[in-house]
């Protein structure tokens, strides 16, 4: 057994921790923080608290995935019994305990950017923890709640920034919360058989999927129109402007094949929409920091595009449809 890792060794532990991190949505939440910061600073935020806030989100975000699988363990022992819990390589003990120290790491340095900012991140750490228990399977309020943390991550990179109550800060909250919730929803009808099977009253499962598309595309109308807005207000630079082309452009794509096969949406067409949106919103979200600093703008994305990409392909097909070992036992 030599090269070898024995079942439930430390290689396949961590590969299955891998999985449970999803790294190709990881940089979205930091990206989106980062956006508010520079634009509640107008550009001038200091870069240690633009890091911070940087840092809180992505271990936010992490831990609401945590929660996720911790608090779905039973249904997904019956309908996805392959994933990292049931299956067996990451115990419930061991992700609830990662889950309280990545909320703990993200507290300690929301601490060092203000009580608001520790406020903030309590509540949304709330918001995070009712939907994995709660808020998942009641329909709008599901995909809202996401939208609603998404939108509480700009707000946080905002107070991390400076003036909150900015006219832009307001409109990329509201941005972010649409877009959010579109893509969310998005990630449901991608699931909609298995939500079905165990249980959950997604959108698509209490309404059908041609129905969840067309509020999907209602939402994406509202993002679209609120980041035209902003971008009138920044009159960006032509990096800031080449990037929200880019996004738009890849978005219309994205949601016009859903629209023409609304009727008839395949698992497979929502997986591979949602790979593109993974892709979207960090272009988009990279198009408003480059209306302040270009070279750290295209330097991030470049970064955290190409770990997106190079761990879905590592990594998603195996999340989404069945486990394949990574390191044979």
């Known amino acids: 057994m030599a090269g070898r890792d024995r079942p439930g060794g430390l290689r ?22 980062l956006a508010g910061a520079q634009l509640a600073s ?3 935020v200091r870069p240690w ?29 019956r309908s996805k019994p392959y994933r990292a819990i049931p299956s067996g390589r990451v115990s419930a003990r061991e992700a609830f ?21 520790l406020a903030l991140a309590i509540g949304t750490t709330v918001l995070g923890i009712s939907y994995s228990r709660s808020f998942k399977d009641r329909a709008f309020l599901g995909n ?32 972010v919360l649409l877009h959010d ?23 698509p499962v209490v309404y059908g999927v041609p129905r969840s598309v067309d509020v999907v595309i209602a939402l994406v109308v509202g993002w679209m129109a609120l980041a035209l807005a902003l971008a009138r207000s920044l009159r960006p630079n032509p990096a800031s402007r080449a990037l929200l082309a ?34 979207e919103r960090l272009v988009l979200t990279s198009s408003l920091v480059a209306a302040y600093r270009v070279r750290a703008a295209l330097w991030l994305l470049g970064a955290s595009l190409a770990a997106t990409l190079l761990s879905q392909a590592l990594l998603r097909d195996r999340y989404e449809h069945k486990h394949t070992p990574l390191v044979e036992g």
């Open 181 to 203: 919730s579109a893509t969310n929803l998005v990630g449901a009808i991608r699931d909609v058989e298995g939500d079905r099977a165990s249980g959950y009253r997604t959108v």
């Open 42 to 44: 107008e550009g001038r």
């Open 246 to 279: 880019a996004s738009l452009s890849l978005a219309l794509r994205v949601y016009a094949d859903l629209l023409i096969h609304r009727s008839c949406v395949t698992r497979p067409r929502a997986i591979a929409a949602h790979k593109y949106l993974v892709a």
């Open 144 to 175: 809202f709640d996401r939208g609603v943390l998404g939108g509480c991550a700009a707000l946080f990179g905002a107070m991390a920034g400076g003036r909150v109550l900015r006219p832009n800060v307001l409109l990329f909250c509201g941005l």
């Open 97 to 117: 305990l990662t889950m309280v120290g990545l909320i703990g790491a993200g507290y300690a340095a929301a601490l060092a950017l203000g009580r608001r900012n």
């Open 49 to 77: 608290r633009a890091a911070l806030a940087t840092l809180v989100t992505v271990c936010g975000w992490e831990a609401g995935l945590y929660a996720g699988d911790y608090y779905d363990r039973e249904l997904d022992a």
């Open 12 to 33: 396949t532990r961590l590969f299955a921790h891998l999985e449970m991190m999803r790294p190709y949505t990881m940089f979205h939440s930091g990206m989106v923080a």
